[in-house]
């Protein structure tokens, strides 16, 4: 199936709920069929699905694809598998939300500093905190919780800023 080249949003036809697609996703039937634009795909590559011939997946050295955010593909196996190859750990039985969220918090990005996890809502989780704090370099005890990590984290700004 066909791979994304740009970010798209489509809203869902009977819950009117968006639906975020972003750039090397390969959507469902139901969104493919929605997505006109032929700007919004990636050119077709010819010998295997990343286009080096050893039908790997992967590009030379740019280390394992992250799997798509939503739709086909994009579930707990799949997640965990990509957070394992790139050196995240994740705790047994963490959601597919959680695994994601400690994805994010342990990228470096392009040169910028790991994002800091929302402090309410999806993606606060106790896991994602314990990620974002071991990006940033903080030394989490096993037992600390969610509230002991968001205070060590504050704290230390708090030192910084004096």
Not at 40 to 51: M, V
Not at 72 to 85: C, I, P, R
């Given at each position: 199936m066909a791979r994304l080249a740009a970010t798209v949003v489509l809203v869902k036809e009977?819950?009117?709920?968006?639906?975020?697609?972003?750039?090397?996703?390969?959507?469902?039937?139901?969104?493919?069929?929605?997505?006109?634009n032929p700007k919004?795909?990636?050119?077709?590559?010819?010998?295997?699905?990343?286009?080096d011939g050893d039908g790997s997946g992967t590009s030379g050295d740019e280390g394992p694809e992250e799997p798509p955010r939503v739709g086909?593909?994009?579930?707990?196996?799949?997640?965990?598998?990509?957070?394992?190859?790139i050196g995240v750990e994740v705790p047994d039985g963490a959601s597919r939300d959680e695994i994601i969220a400690a994805v994010d918090a342990s990228k470096d990005g392009d040169g910028d500093d790991p994002v800091e996890p929302p402090r309410e809502g999806e993606g606060s989780e106790l896991e994602a905190w314990q990620a974002y704090a071991e990006a940033i370099g903080f030394d989490v005890p096993e037992d600390a919780t969610r509230e002991e990590i968001i205070a060590a984290i504050d704290d230390d700004s708090e030192d910084s800023d004096a």
């Open positions: 009977f819950t009117g709920e968006p639906v975020v697609f972003n750039p090397g996703d390969e959507p469902p039937k139901w969104a493919a069929d929605q997505i006109t919004a795909w990636a050119p077709e590559e010819e010998s295997t699905p990343d286009g086909k593909g994009s579930g707990v196996k799949a997640w965990q598998e990509y957070a394992e190859a």
